[in-house]
């Protein structure tokens, strides 16, 4: 049954699901202007490392399952043709590597149970870390603990994320423009739901004001989701007008590097997971040693979720491959060494620029 204050039809909610997933196919969608941060940290590099490459431990725990390595595979999507072959290919992938899993928003789900067969993954994915997805914005439409309560359960989910996303939904057509008294909301869901519960950006960063403000509300975790990968407020712009009509709002965001440190010094005891711009394995490294428990990634594996799991497993692989030398070659033993690596820090004005364009440090 829709809930209180629903404004978007059932077919119009699947309908711009799928526009979101063409447009990350077709459009360049990352943020053009503002960078991650990771390229201004450098790992410490060790020439004679007292570590076996065979032997570095890339496992950790997390939401209650322990990981293969610290890696979630962010949400993509959900209750379209097309995601019962991207989330079944993402589910068999973090099944063989021993990955977690989050869904796409489940709203299409609980209004309309025949959407719920593209997020049934747990038979393909018995051993992963799941977790659930909710808009936060909806807490003001009339969801409650029982929502929450049955999207967890309805896909065996160990956990649920709520994603928190007000500059996506400024600019979608109809979106939700209510945010008033979430933190108040959060917290009365949060006391009466079992499972773990975390809280997301969708790609434009959590400040610390925010992480101070959830950090003693019972949240199990908060994933920062910075600016520098997807700009869902350029996704949202190609989605609705065909163009970017708004530059600045389409580069706005907290990036993930700055997200990652605020949150870590914000809240030293909850769990952080660093998302937003993540594209290689020293990427990986990079944000253990700023503090995060573990990363999640979602756009490098659209593309390949179309085509299969294997195609998964094979970005993903790699990925873990070069997350394992990066542990290795700067002195460490496992994953979890990295949160005692300082990083050098190398300013803007240490630079100089390549042939390319791009700055490297002098």
């Not at 979430?182 to 079992?194: C, G, T, Y």
């Not at 496992?334 to 803007?348: I, Q």
Request: charged share 25%.
């Amino acid at each position: 049954m829709p809930h209180a204050g629903a404004t978007a039809p059932l077919t119009d909610i699947a309908s711009r699901k799928r526009t979101h997933v063409e447009v990350c196919l077709e459009r360049p969608v990352e943020f053009q202007t503002r960078t991650t941060g990771f390229e201004r940290y450098e790992l410490p590099y060790c020439a004679l490392p007292d570590s076996d490459l065979r032997r570095v431990d890339l496992s950790v725990r997390l939401l209650g399952r322990t990981l293969r390595a610290p890696i979630l595979i962010g949400a993509m999507t959900g209750g379209t043709r097309h995601a019962n072959a991207i989330n079944g290919n993402l589910a068999v992938a973090a099944q063989e590597l021993g990955l977690g899993l989050m869904l796409g928003s489940q709203r299409v789900m609980l209004e309309d149970p025949r959407a719920t067969a593209g997020f049934l993954v747990r038979d393909k994915a018995p051993d992963v870390l799941l977790l659930g997805n909710l808009g936060v914005a909806q807490l003001n439409r009339g969801y409650g603990v029982e929502h929450v309560e049955r999207a967890i359960a309805d896909v065996d989910a160990d956990a649920l994320a709520f994603h928190t996303n007000p500059l996506q939904e400024a600019l979608q057509r109809n979106g939700d423009g209510d945010f008033r008294g979430l933190v108040h909301r959060l917290a009365e869901v949060a006391s009466r739901v079992e499972h773990p519960l975390v809280l997301k950006e969708v790609g434009h960063g959590l400040s610390a004001d925010v992480v101070r403000a959830v950090r003693e509300i019972g949240l199990a975790a908060v994933d920062v989701a910075g600016a520098g990968g997807t700009s869902w407020a350029r996704v949202e712009q190609y989605a609705r007008h065909g163009e970017i009509v708004s530059p600045e709002l389409a580069e706005w965001g907290i990036p993930t590097c700055e997200a990652l440190r605020a949150a870590r010094r914000s809240a030293p005891e909850l769990t952080v997971i660093a998302s937003g711009g993540i594209r290689g394995g020293v990427d990986v490294a990079k944000a253990i040693a700023l503090g995060a428990d573990a990363v999640a990634l979602a756009l490098p594996l659209l593309r390949p979720a179309l085509v299969s799991a294997e195609a998964v497993v094979e970005v993903l692989s790699r990925l873990i491959e070069e997350l394992r030398i990066a542990v290795h070659c700067s002195g460490a033993r496992s994953v979890r060494d990295l949160h005692a690596r300082p990083l050098a820090f190398v300013p803007t004005s240490s630079a100089r620029e390549r042939p390319d364009g791009q700055e490297v440090p002098l």
